[in-house]
């Protein structure tokens, strides 16, 4: 089945950038997602990409995603304190519905 | 986020209670899903309702037993859990042809 891989944790300096990594097994995937989910909250959506764009930028989130590798990234510029939370990267190749994540990245941002 | 909706926010109980936890969504969306989130381990559908019917049931042991009476309304009825069965369980709404899911804030479960 498909599977979606994160490494657990990052730790950063407040106005560093942060660079979040995925990797993700299944070739047909169309749509790829960041979540961020803060203490005792859901899942909140950050930015997506479609699979036939290769990078996407939003303010300071830049997502760059090789197709070839099945690799995704998400790149927080200039990281604050408020932006430590887990992470997840998720897919889906087969509609809305069905997305597949992976186990999280916790974001740590010292002052 | 008030557009989703989750209650109660934690929920102690033993294995031969019974208890169900509720999932509200303000958003006028057709599709509810029911979540759980472990440590260390990746989101896991759980159920999944379009339109009020159930659509997706990913293999989940018949002691979680989900309703959904209306569009905006997700139940998931617990009876007879185990120990590993604690975690976090996550409601999410969506429209359907619609990229976005959005989530309601959890309901801790703990089972002892």
């Known amino acids: 089945g498909e599977d979606v891989e994160q490494s657990l944790f990052l730790s950063v300096r407040e106005g560093d950038s942060s660079v979040i990594n995925c990797t993700y097994t299944d070739s047909s995937s169309t749509y790829l997602y960041w979540y961020k989910q803060e203490p005792g909250a859901g899942l909140q959506l950050l930015t997506y990409i479609f699979s036939n764009m290769d990078m996407k930028q939003d303010q300071r989130l830049t997502v760059l995603l090789n197709k070839k590798d099945k690799h995704l990234s998400l790149r927080i510029a200039d990281t604050q304190t408020g932006d430590s939370a887990i992470y997840f990267c998720a897919e889906t190749n087969t509609g809305f519905q069905k997305l597949v994540f992976g186990t999280g990245t916790r974001l740590l941002v010292s002052p | 986020e008030t557009g989703v909706t989750q209650t109660p926010r934690h929920l102690v109980m033993g294995m031969t209670n019974k208890k169900s936890l509720k999932c509200e969504q303000h958003l006028g969306h057709n599709a509810m899903y029911w979540y759980k989130q472990s440590a260390k381990k990746p989101l896991e559908l759980m159920f999944v309702y379009s339109l009020e019917e159930r659509v997706e049931n990913n293999s989940v042991p018949s002691r979680f037993s989900p309703e959904c009476p209306n569009s905006s309304h997700l139940f998931l009825h617990l009876h007879t859990l185990q120990p590993e069965d604690s975690a976090l369980y996550l409601c999410?709404?969506?429209?359907?042809?619609?990229?976005?899911?959005?989530f309601g804030p959890g309901t801790r479960l703990t089972v002892t």
């Open positions: 999410a709404s969506s429209q359907d042809g619609v990229y976005e899911q959005y």
